[in-house]
């Protein structure tokens, strides 16, 4: 990447209590955010990724941050003053959460809520700031916006309500904006529109995004680079135009090869990933991905090194090493 | 697409306050009428009542009601209706105070114990279960026996055995709030503690606290009642409703009026707090509006949508393509 990236993380290790001793949901992950730029995270449910995003922000709950660091414009976030990142919350690196309806009070108008993160951070007084969020709703494209900056949250559909949510990251003018699944729980229709609307958003301010989904077309659609994680690590990492058509990586080909296409035979069961995501008190020992692994081979009794496959791209397998043949998966070339 | 909602169907503003409470809640606002009527008597007792509440007419002992005596006499020959006015004084008083007091103290220690959580709560939440361990009439006697008896003992004993119902219900409300996604939302745009606390827990849960108020109020007046009867709460002969109905059940087959009074406006004044405090809860929230009138964008604001209509009519207006 030509310019310094935005966020840093290195080798970010979160750990979180449970009666049976500490688990380790996420490990050993690193990656970066340039300005401007998309990077997507994806992996199955229980694989990591917003935890880890919740480690950016410094919002894990009962979690910490055991190891690594998380570096925001050059800044340690790890260990830094809470009030030191509730400021940078909201104002430099925004979230958006994936159930739009539950993530805005009910008992408060829409408006009231966008205009609270610019009373929060920039003590914007109470008719400036109710003015801007009209401004903020008009540009995520809420119809009417004067009239809906008085609407409670219920009144709204679920893609209006994720379009506000978008008001709310932006009312800052943040660097970087978090997007953990902001379109799961939108019909497809909306979900283009929101992708659109993120799109657009990101054009037109220079945001970078950090956009967590399981959704390997939204991968394609949006992001410039992106991060496959299962079970608490990065497996793959690099291009999106590589990644997904050429995967290095066993998991990353499965993931894709789960997507059902028109063509996918009907009489037969749809491609999936046999078995699912292990617990992290439960983790196999070696490589994670193993027991469930098409090409599970001897060496996979240990755990794989991320193998540089090419500039800015790496893979956590075997395959990759010294003496396996083949860089991407042998006989599974082509876009899926 | 542009929005097909009607313009009267969402977001203009309204009159809030009374006017809209009125309409929107025509129960709640009976109740409210009752208990501004409650209230009006009991501060103007000494105008309204024919007789004093303490003067005893010794040939007219347990008399029945009549133009002299409208609700007739107590078996001291004391004039009802006097003593009922006068006695509003004292149990409204009592009843308002102790359950306005603790639920002040009881969700302001719950909502603190359960959002800091750890430490804090495990030493809030023990005193509260020793304090709940005692059984409340003991702890009542006992607080009573030692600061003596007066109306203003009678409030503080009530309240410390009641603060703790209060805690409760807050603290549970704010564990479950505290785990809400807009709470973490609103953690995510960088609000503090306090900024957490004030806007979005506190409002959320005062729905279940209100409901929790108007339960406990009659609770109180009759806890006070008790009091009285156990000769520890406003001593004889103050006037109050509790104390009028545990003297009088005693003539309960000859003097019926005695005891009937009392209880009939004991109820009605319990009956109007409950509905009161139901109508305020569904008031306060938008999401339980009912159709009448229109909308105000203000926090306590009213919201109106015609119901049937609404749910359908406010996702009607679908996501519009962008408009660039």
């Given at each position: 990447m030509p310019s310094p990236p935005l966020l840093e993380v290195d080798d970010l290790q979160v750990r979180f209590p449970t009666p049976a001793g500490p688990i380790d949901a996420v490990s050993g992950v690193s990656f970066s955010v340039s300005p401007g730029e998309t990077v997507a995270v994806v992996g199955e449910s229980g694989s990591g990724k917003s935890v880890s995003a919740l480690a950016v922000l410094g919002l894990l709950g009962a979690g910490r941050v055991a190891g690594g660091s998380v570096r925001f414009r050059g800044e340690e976030l790890v260990g830094a003053a809470p009030d030191r990142l509730r400021r940078l919350r909201g104002a430099d690196i925004a979230m958006i959460f994936q159930n739009p309806m539950s993530s805005l009070?009910?008992?408060?108008t829409v408006g009231d809520q966008v205009a609270e993160a610019l009373r929060e951070h920039r003590r914007t007084p109470r008719r400036t700031a109710k003015a801007r969020a009209v401004e903020l709703l008009r540009e995520v494209g809420l119809p009417d916006p004067e009239r809906r900056v008085r609407s409670y949250p219920h009144e709204l559909s679920g893609g209006q309500q994720q379009r506000v949510m978008i008001a709310i990251g932006l009312a800052c003018e943040p660097a970087l904006l978090i997007c953990d699944e902001p379109t799961t729980a939108l019909d497809v229709t909306v979900e283009a529109q929101i992708l659109d609307l993120l799109r657009r958003v990101q054009r037109d301010h220079g945001t970078a995004l950090l956009f967590i989904t399981h959704d390997m077309g939204v991968v394609s659609e949006l992001a410039d680079r992106v991060l496959v994680m299962y079970a608490g690590r990065v497996v793959e990492h690099g291009s999106v135009a590589e990644v997904l058509g050429a995967p290095g990586n066993p998991y990353t080909r499965a993931l894709i090869d789960s997507i059902p296409t028109p063509?996918?035979?009907?009489?037969?069961?749809?491609?999936a990933i046999a078995g699912s995501v292990p617990h992290a008190s439960d983790m196999p020992s070696g490589c994670r991905f193993h027991p469930r692994c098409p090409r599970v081979h001897d060496r996979c009794a240990t755990e794989p090194p991320l193998h540089d496959i090419g500039p800015g791209r790496a893979s956590r397998c075997w395959l990759h090493a010294a003496g396996t043949a083949g860089s991407t998966v042998a006989g599974v070339r082509g876009v899926g | 697409m542009t929005t097909t909602v009607p313009t009267s169907a969402v977001g203009r503003t309204a009159p809030t306050g009374l006017r809209a409470f009125v309409r929107a809640q025509p129960l709640g606002a009976t109740a409210l009428l009752l208990i501004t009527v409650f209230v009006l008597a009991a501060v103007l007792a000494p105008v309204l009542a024919p007789h004093d509440p303490l003067e005893q007419f010794r040939r007219d002992?347990?008399?029945?009601?009549?133009?002299?005596?409208l609700l007739g006499t107590d078996d001291l020959g004391r004039d009802v209706l006097s003593r009922t006015l006068y006695g509003a004084r004292t149990s409204l008083l009592i009843g308002v105070s102790t359950t306005a007091v603790s639920l002040v103290l009881g969700t302001a220690i719950g909502v603190v114990s359960g959002y800091l959580g750890r430490g804090v709560d495990v030493v809030v939440q023990r005193v509260m279960d020793a304090v709940q361990a005692v059984p409340g009439i003991v702890l009542l006697l006992f607080i009573a026996v030692i600061l003596g008896p007066s109306a203003r003992n009678t409030v503080i004993a009530l309240t410390v055995v009641i603060t703790p119902s209060f805690n409760r219900i807050a603290r549970a409300e704010t564990l479950r709030i505290r785990q809400e996604p807009y709470v973490e939302a609103a953690r995510a745009t960088g609000a503090g503690l306090p900024r957490i606390m004030a806007r979005h827990v506190l409002p959320n849960l005062f729905a279940p606290v209100l409901t929790l108020g108007s339960l406990i109020f009659a609770g109180v007046i009759i806890a006070e009642s008790a009091l009285s009867f156990l000769g520890i709460g406003a001593p004889p002969p103050t006037p109050s409703w509790g104390l009028m109905l545990s003297e009088g059940v005693r003539y309960v087959t000859r003097a019926p009026w005695l005891i009937i009074v009392p209880s009939v406006l004991l109820s009605l004044a319990v009956f109007s707090f409950n509905l009161l405090g139901d109508a305020l809860r569904d008031h306060l929230d938008p999401r339980l509006q009912r159709p009448v009138g229109e909308a105000s964008g203000r926090v306590w604001g009213r919201k109106r949508i015609p119901t049937g209509l609404a749910p359908s009519l406010a996702k009607a207006a679908e996501d519009e393509p962008d408009s660039r």
């Open positions: 009070d009910p008992l408060f063509a996918t035979p009907r009489d037969v069961p749809m491609p | 002992i347990l008399a029945e009601p009549s133009a002299q005596f």
